[in-house]
């Protein structure tokens, strides 16, 4: 595989972050989003994410984008300011490459830097063993599974939440 470059999305990786998502939604169970939202509608939910602090990044090898994740925000009260929901999607042809991974790692140390406490992860469907593992290798820990909560591709689906702690995390109150 050629060198994996993952760095900070721009505005002009909206069409192949666009694309990467369109293919999640109708073919998986990763979103439960039923219709995969256009490109205008991707730029605009990567422009909040940006503007509002929280980071979002892509994987880029060749020139091509091969994933992307991001970190928002948990819950819109003011407590939850320090805790972030993260996403990560990955090209159905590049799967299995570790660029989920490459991306889930950068996402973290981004955050931490960003001086978030705690990230969640929110799995579509607890079918998503390879998310779940993902999630697992890099410091995760399951904190619970939201039975048939989603319906889609008719069958109802689970959502598991892990989650793990950034930087100081819990043991000091933050900056």
């Not at 300011?81 to 590049?94: D, G, I, K, L, Q």
């Not at 779940?132 to 995760?140: E, K, M, T, V």
Request: charged share 20%; net charge neutral.
């Amino acid at each position: 595989m050629p060198e994996l470059l993952i760095r900070p999305a721009a505005a002009a990786d909206a069409a192949a972050i666009a694309g990467i998502y369109a293919h999640a939604v109708r073919c998986g169970t990763a979103s439960f989003e039923l219709e995969p939202p256009d490109e205008a509608e991707m730029a605009r939910r990567w422009r909040a994410i940006v503007e509002a602090g929280y980071p979002y990044l892509v994987a880029q090898a060749d020139g091509a984008v091969l994933g992307y994740a991001y970190a928002g925000p948990y819950r819109a009260r003011p407590a939850y300011r320090w805790s972030v929901e993260n996403s990560v999607y990955v090209a159905a042809e590049a799967l299995r490459r570790g660029i989920g991974r490459a991306l889930l790692d950068a996402l973290i140390a981004e955050a931490e830097r960003r001086g978030f406490r705690q990230m969640i992860a929110v799995i579509g469907d607890s079918a998503q063993t390879p998310s779940i593992a993902l999630h697992r290798a890099a410091g995760f820990r399951l904190i619970g599974t939201l039975e048939a909560v989603g319906f889609k591709h008719g069958r109802w689906l689970d959502t598991v939440l892990m989650q793990r702690p950034l930087g100081p995390g819990a043991t000091a109150d933050p900056a």
